[in-house]
């Protein structure tokens, strides 16, 4: 109680000496004990004052019981370092205090503070206030500012960009440091030989992904010809297959060189190679339905040189550059690795890994372009082959709306939103519902007299298709589908979300840059802008989880409505982390203010697509998508990063990871989030 009274006694005192003079009995001076620390190095951040006489300050080192205000630290931005111990005093000498009746330890004349760190690399950002008392006949509080960050050099890696580097700080990033990350990454090449097995592996994974898929009628429907014998059909199919393989091998490796390893996402969501794809889906598809025929490129090269039927030649080379092209959004996990890796100056690697990925690719392929012969080889009991050529008609024209849609979203035209492309869809599988049932018939083809068991099993499942696809007009997920239709924000009324808007979501630090024309699934709040968002993330004590994504990117779409929908997903998104999606294919241009000169290829980076990739290909040395990334205030990396992955619980372990190395890396932040 003595104490209490004296304290209180002793600020009312200060306040009134204060109120006729400003007193300041110490001086301060900061110094470290390495100024050429590298991450990895410990140190000792120093803080000395020269105090006036007869004043004494109290150091750090005696029972903060006793009553006197202990020196210490707070630190307010940090980031690049751990501290080890407390703030320590360097030679004090005992007092006995008789106001406070009990030993304490002071300074007279010079005090000196030190506090051991450990440089761990990244920003470097060391500020904040040391604070205390000093007493005469009067006790002062002090709060002085302290700032060590521009005592100490080299702590930051090549990626960030230093103090007068022109350049700018959009060169900063996520710095991925091994030694502090649990387990193994994901994506281990290990070995030549292990990198071309996984290459091979994602070349028949590639089969499935929504880029892909749409391309195996189209090639079935190519190869349906009735004006060739079966020996043209087999070879025309194997040349169609090395095709593949050459163009695959050759032009991924030289892509990166000629156009820089973010050229792929352009040249990917660019209005023109997918309009093009589109258009030509769509003339196919007129075509096998009776339209009209596509012979045209045949007679006139066939003039030329009949003998050696080039017509044809040229027309296979021609489709399967066609799919490479098209394939390109979905299968950029491999090929945007080795478009990395030859940009960066390997060779050997690169063209080893596009060949092993284009040959698993394109065996199926070839497969599928055989296919027509094995079937024009079977009974052609009531024009069944015509049935097939129909039937793979209509789905082109329902899986042309595809490579329409990745142009709308990227250059946000707003024609092809999500309930008229399910719209479309309705229409058009059951159209094909009917046909199989015989009630719609082509031109040219008998009328269906009595229903095959095989023609009523494909109504069943068409049909049954469609009404799963209705719900989705009113906002439900239709999950299976994800990666084909267009995201749900597109969607004008979505009973589902209306239904969820009252649910709890983390919010933001300030209005997030670009939300005018950007969004984030699920009803998360986020951002679109990397700074932003990681200056969020370190005023709430949040670790900030990064998605590299895209509108064209098809399994971005996936990721969202598989993974990110599912409950323990999503209250960690909303409730545990600033999230940002950085959309690495936004075609808007930014201000000239904002242009920089990327430090990995030399050009500069005008849209927000173009420095989200850079951003992505420069930190990490990746540039597939979907690509998640944990960081913390440091911008170091806390997780090894993840891509496309369905498996929920391989997802939760990964924030979770997260989160554990975030409370390891910084313990007393203040954060009571996990």
Same mark, same amino acid.
């Not at 690719?361 to 024009?383: D, H, N, Q, R, Y």
């Not at 979907?626 to 929920?648: I, M, N, Q, T």
């Given at each position: 109680?003595?104490?209490?009274?004296?304290?209180?006694?002793?600020?009312?005192?200060?306040?009134?000496?204060?109120?006729?003079?400003?007193?300041?009995?110490?001086?301060?001076?900061?110094?470290?004990?390495?100024?050429?620390?590298?991450?990895?190095?410990? $140190?000792?951040?120093?803080?000395?004052?020269?105090?006036?006489?007869?004043?004494?300050?109290?150091?750090?080192?005696?029972?903060?019981? *006793?009553?006197?205000?202990?020196?210490?630290?707070?630190?307010?931005?940090?980031?690049?370092?751990?501290?080890?111990?407390?703030?320590?005093?360097?030679?004090?000498?005992?007092k006995f205090d008789s106001i406070f009746e009990c030993d304490v330890k002071v300074f007279k004349k010079h005090a000196e503070f030190r506090q051991k760190i450990k440089v761990t690399g990244g920003s470097m950002m060391i500020a904040g206030t040391i604070s205390g008392q000093v007493c005469t006949d009067? *006790? $002062?509080?002090?709060?002085?500012?302290?700032?060590?960050?521009?005592?100490?050099?080299?702590?930051?890696?090549?990626?960030?960009?230093?103090?007068?580097?022109?350049?700018?700080?959009?060169?900063?990033?996520? $710095?991925?440091?091994?030694?502090?990350?649990?387990?193994?990454?994901?994506?281990?090449?290990?070995?030549?030989?292990?990198?071309?097995?996984?290459?091979?592996?994602?070349?028949?994974?590639?089969?499935?992904?929504?880029?892909?898929?749409?391309?195996?009628?189209?090639?079935?429907?190519?190869?349906?010809?009735?004006?060739?014998?079966?020996?043209?059909?087999?070879?025309?199919?194997?040349?169609?297959?090395?095709?593949?393989?050459?163009?695959?091998?050759?032009?991924?490796?030289?892509?990166?060189?000629?156009?820089?390893?973010?050229?792929?996402?352009?040249?990917?969501?660019?209005?023109?190679?997918?309009?093009?794809?589109?258009?030509?889906?769509?003339?196919?598809?007129?075509?096998?339905?009776?339209?009209?025929?596509?012979?045209?490129?045949?007679?006139?090269?066939?003039?030329?040189?009949?003998?050696?039927?080039?017509?044809?030649?040229?027309?296979?080379?021609?489709?399967?550059?066609?799919?490479?092209?098209?394939?390109?959004?979905?299968?950029?996990?491999?090929?945007?690795?080795?478009?990395?890796?030859?940009?960066?100056?390997?060779?050997?690697?690169?063209?080893?890994?596009?060949?092993?990925?284009?040959?698993?690719?394109?065996?199926?392929?070839?497969?599928?372009?055989?296919?027509?012969?094995?079937?024009?080889?079977?009974?052609?009991?009531?024009?069944?082959?015509?049935?097939?050529?129909?039937?793979?008609?209509?789905?082109?024209?329902?899986?042309?709306?595809?490579?329409?849609?990745?142009?709308?979203?990227?250059?946000? #035209?707003?024609?092809?939103?999500?309930?008229?492309?399910?719209?479309?869809?309705?229409?058009?599988?059951?159209?094909?519902?009917?046909?199989?049932?015989?009630?719609?018939?082509?031109?040219?083809?008998?009328?269906?007299?009595?229903?095959?068991?095989?023609?009523?099993?494909?109504?069943?499942?068409?049909?049954?298709?469609?009404?799963?696809?209705?719900?989705?007009?009113?906002?439900?997920?239709?999950?299976?589908?994800?990666?084909?239709?267009?995201?749900?924000?597109?969607?004008?009324?979505?009973?589902?979300?209306?239904?969820?808007?009252?649910?709890?979501?983390?919010?933001?630090?300030?209005?997030?840059?670009?939300?005018?024309?950007?969004?984030?699934?699920?009803?998360?709040?986020?951002?679109?802008?990397?700074?932003?968002?990681?200056?969020?993330?370190?005023?709430?004590?949040?670790?900030?989880?990064?998605?590299?994504t895209g509108h064209g990117c098809t399994n971005c779409r996936e990721m969202e409505a598989v993974v990110w929908s599912d409950p323990e997903v999503l209250k960690r998104l909303k409730n545990d982390f600033v999230v940002v999606a950085l959309y690495v294919d936004e075609a808007r241009e930014l201000p000239?203010?904002?242009?920089?000169?990327?430090?990995?290829?030399?050009?500069?980076?005008?849209?927000?697509?173009?420095?989200?990739?850079?951003?992505?290909?420069?930190?990490?040395?990746?540039?597939?998508?979907?690509?998640?990334?944990?960081?913390?205030?440091?911008?170091?990396?806390?997780? #090894?990063?993840?891509?496309?992955?369905?498996?929920?619980?391989?997802?939760?372990?990964?924030?979770?990871?997260?989160?554990?190395?975030?409370?390891?890396?910084?313990?007393?932040?203040?954060?009571?989030?996990?």
């Open positions: 109680m003595r104490s209490f009274l004296f304290l209180l006694l002793a600020a009312l005192l200060a306040n009134s000496v204060a109120s006729a003079q400003v007193l300041k009995p110490a001086k301060w001076s900061f110094d470290v004990s390495d100024k050429d620390a590298k991450a990895g190095d410990e $140190i000792e951040l120093i803080f000395r004052a020269e105090i006036e006489d007869p004043w004494y300050m109290y150091a750090t080192d005696f029972d903060s019981l *006793c009553g006197p205000l202990l020196t210490e630290i707070k630190f307010e931005n940090a980031t690049g370092f751990e501290t080890i111990g407390s703030l320590q005093s360097i030679n004090s000498v005992k009067v *006790c $002062i509080s002090f709060n002085e500012d302290f700032d060590f960050s521009s005592l100490i050099g080299g702590t930051a890696p090549p990626v960030f960009a230093s103090a007068d580097d022109n350049s700018g700080s959009k060169n900063r990033g996520p $710095i991925l440091d091994p030694s502090i990350l649990e387990g193994e990454p994901e994506d281990t090449n290990k070995s030549l030989l292990g990198y071309m097995f996984l290459a091979f592996i994602l070349g028949l994974t590639s089969l499935i992904t929504p880029c892909v898929f749409p391309m195996i009628p189209m090639t079935v429907t190519f190869f349906l010809k009735d004006d060739q014998s079966r020996a043209t059909g087999v070879r025309n199919a194997i040349i169609f297959g090395v095709s593949i393989v050459v163009i695959y091998t050759i032009a991924g490796t030289l892509f990166a060189l000629l156009f820089g390893a973010d050229g792929l996402n352009a040249l990917a969501t660019h209005w023109l190679p997918n309009l093009f794809v589109f258009v030509m889906f769509i003339v196919f598809a007129l075509s096998f339905l009776g339209l009209f025929e596509i012979n045209a490129p045949y007679k006139l090269v066939n003039k030329a040189d009949r003998a050696a039927e080039k017509g044809g030649l040229v027309g296979i080379f021609f489709m399967s550059a066609t799919l490479v092209l098209v394939s390109f959004s979905c299968t950029i996990p491999i090929v945007g690795n080795v478009l990395v890796l030859s940009a960066g100056g390997e060779v050997i690697k690169p063209v080893l890994g596009m060949l092993a990925y284009s040959l698993a690719f394109a065996i199926p392929f070839t497969l599928f372009a055989v296919f027509p012969e094995w079937m024009k080889s079977m009974p052609k009991s009531g024009g069944w082959l015509n049935t097939v050529k129909v039937t793979l008609g209509l789905l082109e024209l329902a899986l042309a709306l595809k490579f329409l849609s990745i142009v709308d979203q990227t250059y946000h #035209w707003g024609i092809l939103d999500r309930e008229i492309n399910i719209g479309i869809w309705i229409v058009i599988f059951t159209v094909l519902g009917f046909y199989f049932l015989g009630k719609i018939t082509m031109r040219g083809e008998n009328p269906v007299i009595h229903l095959t068991v095989s023609r009523l099993m494909l109504a069943i499942a068409t049909f049954s298709f469609v009404i799963y696809l209705v719900p989705g007009l009113w906002g439900a997920p239709l999950k299976a589908l994800a990666g084909y239709l267009p995201p749900m924000y597109t969607h004008d009324f979505n009973l589902v979300s209306v239904a969820t808007a009252t649910e709890n979501a983390s919010e933001t630090c300030d209005t997030p840059k670009y939300s005018d024309f950007l969004h984030l699934p699920h009803g998360i709040s986020g951002y679109f802008d990397y700074d932003q968002a990681l200056a969020c993330a370190r005023a709430q004590n949040k670790p900030l989880f990064i998605d590299f000239e203010s904002e242009w920089y000169t990327s430090k990995y290829d030399k050009k500069v980076k005008k849209t927000i697509g173009r420095q989200n990739a850079d951003l992505q290909i420069r930190s990490l040395n990746n540039n597939a998508q979907p690509f998640y990334v944990l960081v913390g205030k440091d911008e170091r990396v806390l997780a #090894w990063p993840k891509a496309h992955d369905l498996s929920v619980k391989n997802f939760v372990d990964f924030l979770e990871t997260g989160k554990k190395t975030y409370n390891r890396l910084y313990p007393n932040q203040g954060t009571n989030l996990f």
